[in-house]
């Protein structure tokens, strides 16, 4: 199937042309059409499905077609609501993008930056707001956006609005909203209190769910190093300077880990920054504008401040700590391997973390190979882990002989310094 099979209109296939967008994914095979019809959608998918352009193409579609018929003020006709800034920003730029050879406008609002920006883009007119819970309720007190001619409603990243202690302003949301309006929900898990509040915005969805092992298992080429937790950061040292990576994007479960992992990085000559709520805004964007620009070669990321980080051609994600949340590790892994793409990502795991690694596993229902051939190997944390300590192939080994070829030779276990 194409995108022209799905009935879209030129203006949008021309910009997802230029964008190298030929097929789509499951969810934007299965999403759009009930979309165009109307429906109202319950989709439950990871990160790196190509979910924003399974909402966002219908909705432009239908903005840009009502735009046609209909001559009249800009007033905001969709509203999406995510829950970090970094995934705003970023479904901001896929909207900019699919609607490039439309008249339709866009507009992205936030918090922990002054307002003046955003409030004269609303001014302007927009058709299109993309926004975080806590400055869109602000500009609605405000008296800067009106939410009463919206025909076009999506939460996205539900589980993690919950997470982040969102579901007061979600609820005052809804307020503000029209009984008659298209809704759309998408998470990544449906737990019961996920399922209520669907409840709340939905009336009788459509269902579309993309399997965990869907989204990750079959692109991104999974590994696991035992190491002691001492050692961590000298394997990612390691790691950095051997394997062929142009940009690498390291998850630390903690906001001072992160830091510490940067530190040291920087002590060993690797241009590394970190991204956390910890950070400023200014200082996030520009974190992540210098490692999408390739002028930071290692971005380490908390889970929160990671949501919305999208780097084509991604080269490796490693997993410093590993999450307590299994699927935590679906969506950190999805940073690469992106749409149809493969990826490679890498996990550490010491004796405090075997039990994270079994609910992993449990939940992608693979055995991810381990990696035993490497200088900070621990036999120790693997001791109670033996019937998953074989490999399926020797894809790692095979990559690191690669790369070693590639320099020259060498057995691929020097930590020394890159100057």
């Not at 969810?27 to 959608?41: A, F, H, N, T, V």
């Not at 937790?229 to 479960?253: C, G, M, P, Q």
């Not at 002028?295 to 929160?304: H, M, P, Q, S």
Request: charged share 25%; proline share 4%.
């Amino acid at each position: 199937m194409t995108f022209r099979d799905l009935h879209l209109v030129e203006p949008i296939l021309e910009a997802l042309a230029e964008q190298g967008y030929e097929n789509p994914t499951p969810i934007q095979e299965q999403s759009i059409p009930m979309l165009l019809r109307g429906k109202d959608l319950l989709g439950c998918a990871q990160t790196g499905t190509g979910k924003t352009a399974a909402f966002a193409l219908p909705i432009l579609q239908n903005i840009f077609l009502d735009l046609e018929r209909n001559s009249r003020n800009r007033k905001i006709k969709a509203l999406i609501v995510t829950p970090t800034r970094e995934l705003a920003i970023q479904i901001d730029e896929s909207f900019t993008a699919y609607s490039k050879y439309t008249n339709i406008r866009n507009t992205v609002i936030f918090g922990g930056v002054k307002q003046g920006k955003q409030t004269q883009a609303l001014k302007r007119g927009v058709d299109v707001l993309i926004a975080t819970p806590g400055r869109l309720l602000d500009l609605i007190n405000q008296g800067f956006i009106s939410l009463r001619d919206i025909d076009y409603f999506v939460l996205d990243e539900a589980d993690q609005m919950l997470d982040m202690g969102f579901i007061h302003d979600i609820r005052r949301l809804l307020t503000y909203l029209p009984d008659n309006r298209q809704s759309l929900f998408f998470s990544a898990t449906m737990p019961p209190s996920i399922v209520k509040l669907s409840d709340k915005i939905l009336g009788e969805p459509e269902k579309v769910t993309i399997k965990p092992e869907q989204a990750t298992a079959e692109r991104v080429e999974q590994a696991i190093f035992f190491v002691k937790k001492r050692d961590k950061t000298k394997l990612l040292i390691h790691l950095i300077n051997t394997e062929d990576a142009n940009t690498s994007l390291v998850f630390s479960r903690t906001k001072h880990g992160a830091d510490k992992i940067v530190k040291l990085l920087r002590r060993n000559d690797i241009m590394a920054e970190a991204i956390h709520g910890n950070k400023s805004q200014n200082a996030r964007q520009r974190a992540l504008g210098n490692f999408k620009e390739g002028r930071t070669k290692v971005l380490v990321a908390t889970d929160i401040a990671a949501r919305g980080i999208d780097v084509s051609k991604l080269s490796l994600v490693i997993n410093y700590d590993l999450p307590n949340i299994p699927e935590t590790y679906v969506h950190r892994i999805g940073r690469t391997g992106r749409a149809r793409e493969s990826g490679v990502a890498y996990s550490f795991c010491d004796m405090s973390e075997l039990d994270f690694l079994r609910d992993i596993q449990k939940l992608i229902k693979q055995t991810i190979p381990v990696v035993q051939d490497h200088p900070y190997m621990d036999d120790g944390s693997g001791d109670d882990y033996e019937p998953d300590r074989r490999p399926r192939n020797n894809k790692w080994q095979n990559r690191r002989n690669k790369n070693n070829n590639n320099r020259g030779g060498g057995n691929g276990r020097s930590g020394g310094r890159r100057r």
